[in-house]
């Protein structure tokens, strides 16, 4: 049972309609039990409150009579009599609902939260709209992209239907909760508002809000958020005006003054400062993923000024390349000047790290990479026979003015430079920076070398603290000794230091720990020892990298041997690692895995590593160094082994997360082991390791497919199934198989892989995994337009999930089925109940948008926008950007029909922008043949021909043949531009 007190009173059964509460006084007494939240209610107060000052005679009696009338509609269990009066049952008291097939305990709806996730399949608990709104606001207060925040106020605010409690408005008990509830949505809407002007939409909003700003003149955040979006709709007349009305209306009526905020912006408005100005619009609040620095950077200020002059959108240089030895401070340089240039790139400055990629990788490994990073992965899973890595990169940012950082290219050149260079040619707003210890020797490139920290001329403690390296030495000498400060007694010691290591900032922070032990002196004395002994000078390397190597075997040969042995086996991970990763990795049978936690701090205490959150992590020149350790020591067979197999160990266990209420930090954790995984991968190929191969790419195939990265899936599991060594062969099936349902949705190729009346799953052995690949596999051949092939193998998998009481694979199957079969809907919301309980937020979203299809064909409008924008705030937050894209088109076409063209104007134009910024051409053929017909429909010729002439340039720019010939067949009546 579901209450409504947003509007006038309504209740609702489980399946969604409505219940008639007959009588005012039943209706007086359930609002009354609902005020007070499900808490109990005296009876005298329940009689005072339904009879105020005039209670009828034997009014006991007469208030069991209107209780028992209650009883009859709701259910005599909901209204409850406990000593302390009546309370009538809400959905807090964690009853959950029950399977209506065989009376499982579902259990999945306990608190406002499950009740806005949950779709109408379930059977639904009782809940409060008011609480519901509550909840949906918080979720957007917590959330950090405007896009989401504001999708999810307007979720909140859709819940109201009229004033709060409209039936008892005049009742004394109601007052209070009225008041309460009318605040609220003030804030909410304030909230909104102030969303969607961070998303954009100020022209919108100029026009919106002057009547609530009407309504309620001396509401000062109202007013403010109507200043700034008229400001940025270029009425700035309009904007003081506001605060001229403002002023005089809290004088007038409270003999106030506007609050130094509003005063702040009324004078920001009149001096135009450029704060004012409309932010980048997007579906991303960030514009880029540049880490926060730990520390500031020092003694490069200047470089990095030079740096920043060279990265100007215009310009004549677009590719900057910063080269020198390991340990000089190239990428902490390329990320200090890549920030201070963000705000020139309207698209964003993004880094892309490519130390975890393999020397043999090819220009699409770095293309994906890029892709990735960019969050075009999604997008780009759509596009059909995606081979060209490289190409669809150059078309997708073709229009785009962003800086992409790609950070240590050194054993990566020759790709790098094809990659470089087709995006140079692509995109003429697009600039690249770039390090590395040798330049790509292409054209255009500006190669910037980057030395090492300036060093003390002179030996006075003034002079001294002007280097660079000595102001590098001396904060780390603090942090690590705290109380260290540079004086007159120990300045020439401390310049000594620092020129000794020849200003290297690695070879600094290194032995800048050392000052625990020995004075500066002392220091300064051991290194002049040790630089001048001949065997610290290798043959055949530059002097600086003979420092720098020099320093790290002084460095090494002070750690124990079992800190000798954590560093050296630290290497093998790609991208650092967590602590229970060091464990697995570092520990064997004569070191056991309780010790590393403790060499590990010692070993960040010694700058040797780096910890960074939870994960730790080693410079590539230490990384370089320990590699040629671990080969010293003749380990590296058996700690890679160890390696691949925690990686395979773990991906597995995050796995069994992806598909339950540990979906998100499945995925999460996934993500920040993705490049150690890539490398597990390449060991295990190289070391002819099929049966680990195998399993890792079992495990994350389903990861692969939610993040929309499929061509990393598909080149992973070819590469898997073609390296030597043993595998069980139904493991290697299930990789076919997985394999085939990844090639039906990338390429025509997939047909080869499930030739038509053949199961590609025979020979699965685990009947719950057989069922989901042949969900999957079937999935994928009705996708291609293989309806009845793809058809059967759905089928199948749905019987052999019940048969193995797999609620998941049964749910996916049902929803699928339900899908493509109208008059299917019973099985749509059985698979949507399947789903909540498995805690699935991804299978949710699929079946809410399987019930919303079929509200469709039923007539439900009203429920499938509801239904559609459940799945819209659902697929933000999951970062589903074709889905969001879907949701925002359908709801644009209900707006359409229902003859709301602001309205629908508003969805299309969200559709587009999303479409545009991660690179959906479909969504933005679509989006602007949906803006066409709104224009149209408001009467305005002109633009929708613009719109529509758009769709259709766009569809032959794109190849969507299909897509160009629906804009044409629109265009017909209109005049062509």
């Not at 040797?608 to 410079?619: I, K, P, T, Y």
């Not at 790419?697 to 030597?724: I, K």
């Not at 498995?838 to 079929?854: F, H, K, P, Q, S």
Request: proline share 5%; hydrophobic share 45%; charged share 25%.
């Amino acid at each position: 049972m579901r209450y409504g007190v947003l509007g006038p009173l309504a209740v609702w059964d489980a399946e969604g309609r409505p219940v008639r509460v007959p009588e005012a006084k039943v209706r007086a007494l359930l609002a009354d039990l609902l005020v007070h939240g499900g808490g109990p209610v005296p009876a005298d107060r329940l009689i005072e409150d339904l009879w105020p000052s005039r209670p009828p005679g034997g009014s006991a009696n007469t208030l069991q009579t209107k209780v028992s009338q209650l009883r009859r509609v709701l259910g005599r269990e909901r209204v409850v009599r406990e000593p302390a009066g009546y309370r009538l049952l809400l959905a807090d008291d964690g009853r959950g609902v029950r399977d209506v097939r065989d009376g499982r305990d579902v259990n999945a709806v306990r608190d406002v939260n499950d009740v806005v996730d949950t779709v109408d399949a379930v059977d639904t608990v009782d809940a409060v709209d008011a609480l519901e709104f509550q909840e949906l606001a918080e979720r957007a207060r917590a959330h950090r992209e405007p896009a989401v925040r504001a999708d999810l106020f307007a979720a909140a605010l859709a819940l109201w239907r009229g004033p709060a409690y409209a039936d008892v408005a005049e009742s004394l008990f109601a007052r209070g909760e009225i008041t309460r509830l009318e605040e609220l949505r003030l804030n909410v809407v304030e909230d909104h508002a102030e969303a969607r002007l961070a998303r954009g939409e100020h022209t919108a909003l100029a026009a919106e809000l002057g009547t609530l700003v009407g309504r309620h003149p001396l509401r000062e955040r109202l007013r403010m958020t109507h200043m700034r979006a008229l400001y940025r709709a270029g009425r700035q007349g309009d904007a003081l005006r506001s605060f001229q009305d403002l002023r005089r209306q809290l004088a007038e009526e409270l003999g106030a003054s506007p609050g130094p905020e509003a005063s702040v912006l009324h004078e920001a408005i009149l001096r135009q400062e450029t704060r004012l100005a409309t932010p980048a619009v997007g579906s991303l609040s960030c514009r880029t993923n540049l880490p926060t620095p730990l520390t500031p950077l020092i003694g490069r200020r200047e470089a990095a000024g030079r740096v920043l002059a060279r990265l100007t959108p215009g310009g004549n240089t677009r590719l900057v390349t910063l080269t020198g030895l390991g340990g000089v401070g190239k990428t902490r340089l390329a990320v200090a000047a890549a920030r201070d240039a963000s705000g020139r790139f309207a698209d964003g400055v993004w880094l892309v790290e490519l130390a975890g990629l393999g020397a043999t990788s090819a220009p699409d490994d770095i293309a994906e990479r890029v892709i990735t990073t960019l969050g075009l992965c999604d997008t780009a899973a759509t596009e059909p026979d995606l081979d060209d890595l490289v190409g669809w990169l150059c078309r997708a940012v073709a229009d785009r003015r962003l800086l992409i950082l790609l950070d240590n290219c050194e054993h990566l050149v020759e790709p790098v430079a094809v990659l470089a260079g087709a995006v140079l040619s692509a995109v003429p707003a697009a600039h690249l920076l770039l390090t590395s210890q040798e330049p790509l020797d292409i054209p255009g490139e500006v190669v910037h070398p980057v030395p090492p920290l300036t060093l003390p001329d002179h030996t006075g403690p003034r002079a001294v603290a002007e280097a660079g390296a000595v102001e590098l030495f001396v904060q780390r000498a603090a942090a690590a000794a705290p109380g260290f400060v540079l004086d007159a007694d120990n300045a020439e010691a401390v310049a000594t230091i620092c020129r000794r290591l020849d200003g290297i900032p690695l070879a600094l922070e290194l032995v800048a720990s050392r000052l625990r032990t020995l004075s500066p002196h002392e220091l300064a004395a051991r290194l002049d020892d040790r630089f001048a002994r001949p065997d610290v000078r290798v043959r055949g390397l530059p002097d600086r990298q003979r420092t720098l190597r020099g320093m790290l075997d002084w460095s090494w040969q002070l750690l124990t041997e079992d800190e000798r042995t954590v560093l050296r086996r630290l290497v093998v991970h790609a991208d650092g690692c967590v602590m229970t990763s060091a464990q697995a990795v570092c520990a064997d049978a004569g070191l056991g895995a309780g010790r590393i936690p403790d060499l590990l701090s010692r070993l960040v205490d010694r700058s040797l590593v780096v910890r960074e959150g939870d994960r730790f992590r080693l410079l590539e020149s230490v990384a370089a160094y320990g590699a040629g350790r671990l080969a010293e020591a003749g380990e590296e067979t058996a700690v890679r082994a160890r390696f691949v197999r925690h990686c395979a160990e773990l991906a597995e266990r995050e796995s069994e997360r992806l598909r339950g209420p540990d979906q998100r930090c499945g995925l999460e954790r996934l993500d920040a082991e993705t490049v150690n995984l890539r490398r597990a991968l390449d060991l295990a190929v190289a070391q002819d390791a099929a049966g680990h191969a195998v399993r890792l790419v079992n495990a994350q195939a389903w990861y692969w497919f939610l993040r929309g990265r499929l061509t990393e899936a598909r080149r992973s599991l070819r590469t898997a199934l073609a390296a030597g060594g043993e595998a069980a062969p139904a493991a290697r099936v299930a990789a076919r198989a997985w394999l085939a349902g990844i090639e039906l949705r990338t390429s025509g190729a997939g047909t080869s892989a499930a030739p038509a009346g053949e199961d590609p799953t025979a020979g699965v052995e685990d009947p719950v995994l057989r069922a989901r690949l042949q969900w999957f596999v079937g999935t994928g051949l009705t996708g291609s337009g293989r309806h009845r092939a793809g058809r059967r193998l759905v089928e199948a998998g749905l019987a052999g999930a019940r048969a193995a009481r797999d609620p998941w694979g049964e749910a996916a199957a049902l929803v699928e089925l339900a899908s493509h079969a109208p008059g299917e809907d019973a099985s749509a919301e059985l698979g949507a109940a399947l789903f909540v309980e498995a805690g699935d937020r991804w299978g949710r979203l699929r079946a809410t948008r399987a019930l919303a299809l079929a509200a469709e064909r039923g007539g439900d409008g009203v429920r499938a926008e509801r239904l559609h924008r459940e799945g819209l705030l659902m697929a933000e937050e999951l970062g589903l950007w074709t889905e969001v894209v879907e949701a925002l088109i359908r709801l644009g076409r209900s707006a359409l029909a229902g003859g709301l063209a602001d309205r629908a104007t508003e969805l299309y134009g969200r559709a587009l922008s999303v479409s545009a910024e991660r690179a959906h051409s479909a969504g933005e053929i679509r989006a602007e043949v949906g803006l066409g017909h709104a224009a149209r429909l408001r009467g305005d010729p002109e633009a929708a021909g613009h719109h529509l002439n758009r769709a259709r340039a766009k569809s032959h720019a794109s190849g969507h043949a299909d897509r160009a010939e629906d804009a044409l067949a629109e265009l017909d009546p209109l005049p062509r531009a």
